[in-house]
Each structure stands twice: as C-alpha cells, then as structure tokens.
C-alpha cells in the first residue's frame, strides 16, 4: 500500500513517533480512518517486516555512544557532551531517546587547546623602553 511504501521511506530520516506526525500532517490515516501514533507505526513496521530505524542506521555504518568512545580513545561521557555542545553529529533511531552516531563525520579532538601565554613584561629598560618578552 502507498502508506507502508511511505512509512518505509521515512524510516530513513525519522522516529516512528516523527513518521506519525508526518503522516498526519500529511492526511494519511490508518484504514479505520484513524490518526497514526507511534505504536500504530511500530506495528505496521513489524507486520509488513520494515527494517527498523536503528538497524537501517547501523547498516549505513553509525556506531554507538560506547563504541565511539572506544574508538576514539575517550569516555562515553565525553561522546555525549561532545554531541550536546554540536561538536559530533548524532541520529536519533527511537523515542527513548537512543542515539547512534557517525563516525565519518570526524570526531573532535579531546585535548584542549594550549592557554595562550600572555606577555611578560620586564622592568623599564635603562633607556626608558618597556620591553615586552615571550616565554619559550
């Protein structure tokens, strides 16, 4: 049918509960004319054997917080700060909130950047100059 053909397309880009609201907003209804839901989603994923949204995200690659971390030699703490700052790209693969992430998309460094030194300045020069070094 033309709504499991659609529900199969948005599987690629959505949640099952982002595919309800779409579908919604587009007028499609069940066939007892009823607004989709989330559940209704999930269930017709699974009668007509629709790949789920985090098994099609792991076949493009997207890996998990921990493995991730493990990859890229850091905590998974730090995977998910690094996502919260939009410093790493992630992909919501269902309503509770799991998240998969794309490792192609580089990973930020963890080390931070060196303070900038500030200049040092030395006492008047017998001319009168004030000279300004740098620490090496």
């Given at each position: 049918?033309?709504?499991?053909?659609?529900?199969?397309?948005?599987l690629e880009q959505h949640t099952e509960a982002d595919i309800?609201?779409?579908?919604?907003?587009?007028?499609?209804?069940?066939?007892q004319g009823c607004r989709f839901h989330r559940r209704m989603i999930s269930s017709i994923r699974r009668h007509y054997?629709?790949?789920?949204?985090?098994?099609?995200?792991?076949?493009?690659?997207?890996?998990?917080?921990?493995?991730?971390?493990e990859r890229a030699g850091v905590t998974r703490k730090t995977i998910l700060r690094w996502c919260r700052q939009g410093r790493l790209l992630s992909h919501a693969c269902d309503g509770r909130g799991r998240?998969?992430?794309?490792?192609?998309c580089g990973l930020p460094t963890n080390k931070r950047m060196p303070a900038v030194e500030k200049p040092r300045r030395c006492?008047?020069?017998?001319d009168?100059?004030?000279?300004?070094?740098?620490g090496t």
């Open positions: 049918s033309e709504t499991v053909a659609e529900i199969d397309r948005l309800a609201d779409i579908l919604n907003e587009r007028g499609f209804r069940s066939g054997g629709l790949k789920t949204r985090y098994a099609r995200l792991r076949e493009r690659g997207l890996l998990t917080a921990d493995e991730l971390a998240r998969l992430y794309d490792p192609a006492p008047d020069g017998l009168g100059t004030k000279e300004v070094q740098y």
